[in-house]
């Protein structure tokens, strides 16, 4: 799909669109297809994860991997950073219920590592360690940072994100005791307005996430603008693995 298509028309051919199968991603712990979207004389591509593929895992409640990457796209808007491609909740597919997400095309040799240390980047890098903060990343890979043909970055795979409990782990630890730049706290400050006042917000976020998971996202909102230092790392694991 052309990056200049409207977002709008992006989410309606990722809700209406016919998905069709191309492949297995055979990395990663959970089911992941690579998949054609076809809707209205549009085909692209897609990455769909089916709820019935996710792996169990003993801290985060089985079958609810899909919400989350959508509810890290519906934060990601709601801050206005775009930094998560768009991504739905398609209650039918190839194999059921699914978060389905346009695909990035991407340069494989690419990842966090790679461009950290770029200075045109710092602004995104920033709002992105942000992003893990308030959404409580618990496996932020380096592979996870992707920068399109455009140079544009994004970040991809939020299944184990907005936990109720700290669970921080991310190898963006640069920034570590440093200020957030003011024009970052803005608009997580705008965001938080938005939490407590816009329905819609809340009634998308009540759809995909438990009430004590969106309890404790206000509470990290609140939190970071109390303080707005980019965190140490905790004495918890902190880094993921692997790290790419």
Same mark, same amino acid.
């Not at 938005?194 to 309890?215: C, H, S, V, Y």
């Given at each position: 799909?052309?990056?200049?298509?409207?977002?709008?028309?992006?989410?309606?051919?990722?809700?209406?669109?016919?998905?069709?199968?191309?492949?297995?991603?055979?990395?990663?712990?959970?089911?992941?297809?690579?998949?054609?979207?076809?809707?209205?004389?549009?085909?692209?591509?897609?990455?769909?994860?089916?709820?019935?593929?996710?792996?169990?895992?003993?801290?985060?409640?089985?079958?609810?991997?899909?919400?989350?990457?959508?509810?890290?796209?519906?934060?990601?808007?709601?801050?206005?950073?775009?930094?998560?491609?768009?991504?739905?909740?398609?209650?039918?597919?190839?194999?059921?219920?699914?978060?389905?997400?346009?695909?990035?095309?991407?340069?494989?040799?690419?990842?966090?590592?790679?461009?950290?240390?770029?200075p045109a980047l710092q602004?995104?890098?920033?709002?992105?360690?942000?992003?893990?903060?308030?959404?409580?990343?618990?496996?932020?890979?380096?592979?996870?940072?992707?920068?399109?043909?455009?140079?544009?970055?994004?970040?991809?795979?939020?299944?184990?994100?907005?936990? %109720?409990?700290?669970?921080?782990?991310?190898?963006?630890? @640069?920034? *570590? #005791?440093?200020?957030?730049?003011?024009?970052?706290? =803005? !608009?997580?400050? %705008?965001?938080?307005?938005?939490?407590?006042?816009?329905? @819609?917000? *809340? #009634?998308?976020?009540?759809?995909?996430?438990?009430? =004590? !998971?969106?309890a404790a996202l206000e509470?990290?909102?609140?939190?970071?603008?109390?303080?707005?230092?980019?965190?140490?790392?905790?004495?918890?694991?902190?880094?993921?693995?692997?790290?790419?």
């Amino acid at each position: 799909m052309p990056p200049e298509t409207p977002k709008e028309t992006v989410l309606r051919w990722l809700r209406e669109g016919e998905i069709q199968l191309l492949g297995l991603i055979p990395w990663g712990s959970n089911a992941t297809f690579l998949v054609a979207v076809v809707h209205e004389g549009i085909t692209g591509l897609a990455i769909y994860k089916p709820q019935r593929g996710e792996e169990p895992l003993w801290d985060f409640p089985h079958g609810t991997l899909c919400y989350r990457e959508v509810a890290a796209y519906v934060v990601s808007e709601a801050l206005g950073w775009g930094l998560v491609p768009p991504t739905v909740l398609r209650r039918s597919g190839p194999y059921g219920r699914g978060a389905l997400q346009l695909y990035i095309e991407a340069d494989p040799e690419e990842n966090y590592f790679t461009f950290r240390d770029d200075p045109a980047l710092q602004p995104t890098l920033m709002r992105l360690a942000v992003f893990d903060l308030l959404t409580n990343n618990a496996d932020r890979k380096a592979g996870h940072c992707l920068k399109d043909r455009n140079g544009r970055i994004w970040a991809i795979d939020h299944g184990i994100c907005f936990h %109720a409990e700290p669970k921080l782990r991310t190898v963006i630890w @640069d920034y *570590r #005791g440093q200020e957030i730049p003011e024009d970052i706290v =803005e !608009e997580v400050r %705008a965001f938080e307005r938005q939490l407590k006042t816009d329905a @819609d917000l *809340r #009634g998308e976020l009540a759809r995909l996430l438990r009430p =004590e !998971e969106i309890a404790a996202l206000e509470e990290r909102t609140a939190a970071l603008l109390e303080r707005p230092v980019f965190p140490h790392p905790g004495p918890w694991r902190s880094v993921p693995w692997p790290m790419i």
